[in-house]
């Protein structure tokens, strides 16, 4: 069974440090009635010379974990 991915929210945004692009995402939920809610911040997960490289860690990071908790 696969999680419905249109229920989440991926921000693989990485921020910059030390000269390099740090890979981490917020994974937020769209709720009918509620909002947006934050289900999970990963903090750092590795760092990347290239922004591109950051965010699909970072992108591909949060689709697994999220297969993991709802799949």
């Known amino acids: 069974m696969h999680f419905d991915s249109?229920?989440?929210q991926i921000d693989p945004?990485?921020?910059r440090a030390d000269g390099e692009y740090m890979a981490?995402?917020?994974?937020?939920?769209n709720?009918?009635?509620v909002g947006l809610?934050?289900?999970?911040?990963?903090?750092d997960?590795?760092?990347?010379d290239m922004r591109?490289?950051?965010v699909k860690f970072a992108t591909n990071?949060?689709?697994?974990?999220?297969e993991r908790r709802y799949g």
């Open 13 to 15: 945004t990485p921020r």
């Open 31 to 33: 709720r009918e009635g």
């Open 37 to 43: 809610q934050d289900i999970h911040e990963s903090g």
């Open 52 to 54: 591109e490289d950051a």
């Open 24 to 29: 981490h995402v917020r994974i937020s939920s």
């Open 6 to 8: 249109s229920m989440f």
């Open 61 to 66: 990071w949060a689709m697994e974990w999220l």
């Open 45 to 48: 997960l590795a760092g990347f």
